[in-house]
């Protein structure tokens, strides 16, 4: 159990895919999918291992120079409605995160978003679960002009909360993801939806790892 002291931290924010939603899997195989149709064949693994980050970055480092801007964004918004149409009647929040959500919003902490993911797969997660108002930032790929692993993301999101790095958890699932919380001075809890711990080794800054949410608790002094 991992236990976070009340009077410790400012803000605690979240990455949305693979920590809030166990739904990393769902975004590979719709990778794999249109990569596939794209011409690109890869094994659910190679997804895995290299398909990360935010889409226009990664069609553009898979197919150098093939494609222009409007069709990149083209396919990077159909991989995004084949991952809404294979996991829309599975979309739920992970066990426990609700009645966490519930204590931040208690012990007054102020709680963010800060998803890699474009703007519509933010919106079909949190509007499908009508969770928007848990949140007082919301940030997704299109308030970025750089993707994970570097912290713009995080700094951005504790500049609106007027927060400092050293006061601020991140919880995430992803080796890239944790790299951007360390790169932005911030503690961080990890999800292993995705990854497992050994994968982080290399990684400072980490509270622990959790399986799900029924395993941290605020602790009030």
């Known amino acids: 159990m991992i236990n976070l002291e009340q009077d410790r931290y400012q803000a605690f924010i979240f990455d949305m895919d693979g920590t809030m939603v166990d739904n990393m899997m769902v975004h590979h195989h719709a990778w794999q999918q249109k990569l596939m149709e794209m011409g690109l064949q890869m094994t659910i693994e190679e997804v895995m291992e290299k398909v990360h ?4 970055e990664i069609i553009k480092g898979l197919f150098p120079w093939r494609y222009t801007d409007a069709e990149v964004k083209r396919y990077a918004a159909e991989k995004e409605i084949r991952y809404q149409e294979l996991y829309k009647d599975s979309l739920q929040l992970i066990e426990g995160l609700p009645d966490f959500l519930r204590k931040i919003r208690e012990c007054g902490i102020p709680i963010a978003v800060g998803s890699a993911a474009p703007p519509e797969n933010v919106d079909f997660v949190l509007d499908n679960l ?13 308030d ?71 395993e941290i608790k605020i602790k009030e002094i």
């Open 144 to 214: 970025v002009t750089k993707g994970k692993p570097n912290p713009e993301i995080y700094t951005k999101i504790m500049d609106k909360l007027n927060v400092s790095a050293d006061a601020t958890v991140i919880f995430e699932d992803s080796v890239v993801g944790a790299k951007a919380a360390e790169n932005a001075g911030c503690e961080m809890v990890i999800v292993t939806t995705t990854h497992q711990p050994h994968e982080f080794e290399s990684i400072n800054n980490i509270i622990g790892f959790i399986d799900d949410f029924n």
């Open 130 to 142: 009508n969770i928007r108002t848990s949140f007082e930032v919301i940030l997704h790929s299109g």
């Open 53 to 56: 980050g935010i889409n226009e």
